[in-house]
């Protein structure tokens, strides 16, 4: 049984810069691990080049410029990754039945390798067994026909389809009579997309990369860019280095954000002279943004008050903007105390963070999941929009909002219609451009999706990508889900546990990643994609796939389609012979796609434009708008309160630095100092005395919610860790199964998962690590 490689559980602060040597050390390991090695090499020298393949790990975009070398540890890793020699193939699932596979960890399961072959489950021999492609199609045409609604079908699709793949993925589902769209972003960037709608008219970023260059403040909210975003690293560096601010709100002490070496200019590493990132660093309380902004307008507003029209824009506001009174209102009426106590921040350091946003003539503000994954985080989010527009920072160069995505296609997925709630515009240009009807119903997303499965209402469930059964929350209920089906059907590259919840029949079906060749009836195939920053770009893969049998995520999503429609308008598997052909159709159906097929010959790809960046306001009155917002009552919700027990502690669940998001590269979490382990929860000493535990011990994690089920997961390290009191932290995916399905954001449905209510027990199980020197808050 292949392991994969571990080192000894330890927990020791880290000390070094973020990058550098460390990085370096880890990029090593993970090409000699990874038994491709030298054409491992090669494929990373073509990571986001021209004429290369997108990186397949963030969403971050390139500097027009171009430096020579675009990838970063964890794009390496990302690569190395899926470029694996190992298989998992028919050999692989005659050794072990579904069961046995199932008491495997979620590292075991993607190290095996790639999924080689389609593979129909067993109930019989508890196996998956060989399955030709036609037959698979024909299996899965068969249960959708079978349902009596359309609307009892699930398509998810994760961040890295390719638009190609998601256009004719929407297209098929809505030909199949259903906007049930569920996907990664409604867990992700979801409250980003529907505040900024609301505020600017527009759901992305303002941003582009060059803007990041210009601005003399750079706000960087909840996000956690040395390991999530390593390539944000170098603008923020140089940000530092030519005099703008960089201001940090994050209640962990990120090391990636205080200090950096870049481990492509090994002369700066031999000096050790890394580079300090932030110029102020603020540590709220999980959930406190919003009360520290409010705090950020109200001293704005004073000021203001002070020397009218030195501080807001007031130009700008009366030519673009409405609600300003109401909103001042809110702002009067927001009591200081409840700020203070809300944001966790001391006003003295709201009013430092106020006053590099009033010196700043352009000042950016990023974020992501810190902001978007709260029960209020659609209200942050305006209220950061609010904030940009007090002094016009919308629509000039070097300003903007910069929801900082995730997965590399998240973006694109979107725009290429992936969306439960899809707006009529995109409907009635799919109604144009096909002739046939769509629905005009709204679907579901992965939250109603999963209370849809669990209750017998949806039956066939396919993943185009991702691993539904571990990325989602309240994962006991989540796996009965699943395995209610009657038929689930993952589209994917590597084994995860989602393969294992079966429904009555499941299917997997293998297909190519970003870095290998996708051949088809017309040559070899570029796909494209879309960054933060709205710029699209072809990837060309460049590793010659590990098996014949896998094919191409828009050739799968064909394959469904013909089998499933039979004839039809739409001649699904003539467009796959040349995805040109499904570009322009694209072209024909979706604004900023004019000439696509021409346009992605330009080095850097193309910009897809941003209304709000042209002060052009898509909103119902063509302003942009301010939203006038109370805080909310309380952090907690009714349920915990309801539950009858006081929290111990609120828990925020993030990402280890070996890791992308499900997907475990190894089980260190280096800039945090832990080593060769997951199952820990980071907690002030304080706490860890007032609640009468020690450091090292082991304990369990059982969530509050009122609504008669258990959530616990058993046996994590208690480690003393520099966070705020009563502020915890541990990894996802191992703590999924606290989040209650019904906690979500309002208005985005996004699951709460940086603010979990939760009581610590001892657990029964013994220490298993041996501590060594603790940090002291
Ligand atoms: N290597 C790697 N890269 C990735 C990913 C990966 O898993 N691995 N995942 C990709 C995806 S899909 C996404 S969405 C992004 C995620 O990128 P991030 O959003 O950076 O991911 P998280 O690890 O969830 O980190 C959340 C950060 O927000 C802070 N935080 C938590 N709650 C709060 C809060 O209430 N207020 C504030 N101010 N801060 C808070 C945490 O301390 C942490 O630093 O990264 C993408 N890139
Ligand atoms: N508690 C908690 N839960 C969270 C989060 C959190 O911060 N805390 N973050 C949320 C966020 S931001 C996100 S985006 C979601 C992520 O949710 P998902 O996107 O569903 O999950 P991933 O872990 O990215 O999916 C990994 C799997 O994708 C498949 N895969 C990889 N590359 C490809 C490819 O090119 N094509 C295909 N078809 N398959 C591929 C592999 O089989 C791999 O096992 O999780 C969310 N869940
Ligand atoms: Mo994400």
């Known amino acids: 049984m292949p392991l994969p490689p571990r080192s000894e559980a330890r927990y020791r602060p880290y000390t070094g810069a973020a990058g550098g040597w460390g990085a370096l050390r880890s990029v090593t390991r993970a090409w000699l691990g990874s038994d491709n090695a030298l054409k491992n090499i090669r494929t990373l020298l073509k990571t986001n080049q021209h004429g290369g393949f997108d990186c397949p790990g963030c969403a971050w975009g390139e500097s027009p410029e171009g430096q020579r070398v675009k990838f970063c540890e964890n794009g390496a890793k990302a690569v190395n990754w899926e470029a694996t020699r190992r298989r998992v193939d028919a050999a692989f699932f005659a050794r072990y039945s579904v069961s046995q596979l199932a008491a495997q960890s979620d590292y075991w399961l993607e190290y095996q390798g790639r999924l080689t072959e389609p593979m129909r489950y067993d109930r019989a021999s508890d196996r998956y ?382 297909c190519l990643g970003r870095t290998d060749i996708d051949r088809q009836a017309c040559g070899p195939q570029a796909v494209t994609v879309e960054d933060s920053f709205s710029m699209v770009h072809a990837s060309f893969g460049q590793l010659e796939p590990l098996s014949p049998q896998m094919r191409s995520e828009p050739a799968i999503v064909a394959g469904i389609a013909a089998a499933t429609l039979g004839a039809h308008p739409v001649d699904w598997l003539h467009l796959v012979e040349d995805y040109g052909r499904i570009r322009s159709l694209i072209a024909a159906t979706l604004p900023g796609f004019a000439d696509f097929n021409e346009r992605l010959g330009q080095p850097g790809g193309f910009y897809l434009g941003n209304s709000a960046a042209e002060r052009r306001w898509a909103t119902p009155s063509g302003r942009a708008c301010f939203s006038a917002c109370a805080l909310p009552q309380d952090l907690l919700p009714a349920q915990v309160r309801a539950s009858g027990r006081a929290p111990d502690l609120t828990l925020q669940t993030l990402r280890s630095h070996d890791q992308y998001n499900t997907t475990l590269y190894g089980l260190d979490d280096r800039y945090r100092g832990v080593r060769g382990m997951r199952r820990v929860v980071f907690v002030n000493p304080q706490d860890i005395a007032r609640l009468g535990l020690a450091a090292g011990q082991q304990v369990d994690l059982v969530s509050l919610w009122d609504d008669g089920r258990e959530r616990r997961v058993e046996g994590f390290t208690l480690l003393a860790y520099d966070t705020p009191p009563g502020q915890a932290a541990a990894y996802y995916p191992e703590t999924n199964p606290l989040v209650p399905l019904q906690s979500v954001g309002e208005d985005s449905h996004t699951p709460t998962s940086k603010a979990i209510a939760i009581v610590l027990e001892p657990s029964r199980q013994p220490a298993q690590i041996q501590l060594q020197r603790s940090p002291a808050a």
């Open 129 to 510: 067994l060989p399955i030709g492609w036609d037959e698979a199609f024909a299996l899965i045409a068969r249960h959708l026909k079978a349902l009596e609604r359309p609307d009892q079908a699930e398509f998810y699709t994760s961040g890295r389809a390719s638009n190609e793949a998601a256009f004719l993925y929407q297209l098929f589902g809505r030909a199949f009579g259903t906007n049930n769209f569920p996907d990664c972003s409604n867990m992700c960037h979801e409250a980003s997309g529907v505040a900024l709608g609301q505020s600017i008219g527009v759901g992305k970023g303002t941003v582009t990369f060059g803007d990041f260059e210009h601005a003399d403040a750079i706000f960087v909210l909840g996000q956690n860019p040395g390991t999530n975003h390593p390539r944000m690293l170098e603008p923020l560096r140089e940000a530092v280095a030519r005099g703008a601010q960089v201001v940090c709100f994050n209640p962990l002490r990120e090391r990636g954000l205080e200090r950096f070496q870049h481990p492509q200019k090994p002369l700066e590493m031999l000096g050790n002279r890394n580079a300090p990132i932030t110029s102020a660093y603020f540590r709220p309380r999980l959930g406190g943004d919003m009360a520290a902004l409010r705090g950020m307008a109200k001293f704005l507003l004073q000021w203001e008050r002070e020397a009218p029209g030195t501080v807001f824009d007031q130009a700008f506001i009366a030519e673009h903007t409405e609600g300003l009174q109401a909103y001042l209102v809110e702002v009067d009426a927001t009591p200081w105390a409840q700020i203070e106590a809300q944001s966790g921040l001391a006003l003295g350091e709201i009013e430092q963070a106020a006053r590099h946003y009033r010196h700043a003539e352009r000042s950016i503000i990023c974020w992501a999941m810190g902001i978007t994954q709260h029960r209020h985080s659609v209200a942050t989010i305006r209220e950061i929009a609010n904030l940009l527009l007090l002094r016009g920072n919308i629509g000039k160069p070097g300003a903007g909002a910069c929801p900082v995505r995730g997965h590399s296609n998240v973006q694109g997925d979107r725009t290429m219609g992936i969306n439960e709630r899809p707006p009529a515009a995109l409907l009635d240009a799919l109604e144009r451009q096909f002739g046939f009807a769509v629905p005009r119903g709204q679907g579901h997303n992965t939250v109603e999706a999963i209370a849809a499965m669990h209750r017998g209402d949806a039956r066939v469930f396919i993943g185009l990508g991702g691993n539904f059964a571990q990325a989602t929350p309240d994962s006991q209920l989540t796996h009965q889900a699943l395995t209610r089906c009657e038929l689930t059907v993952q589209i994917s590259t590597k084994l995860n546990r989602s393969h294992l919840l079966c429904g009555r029949e499941a299917l997997i079906l293998p």
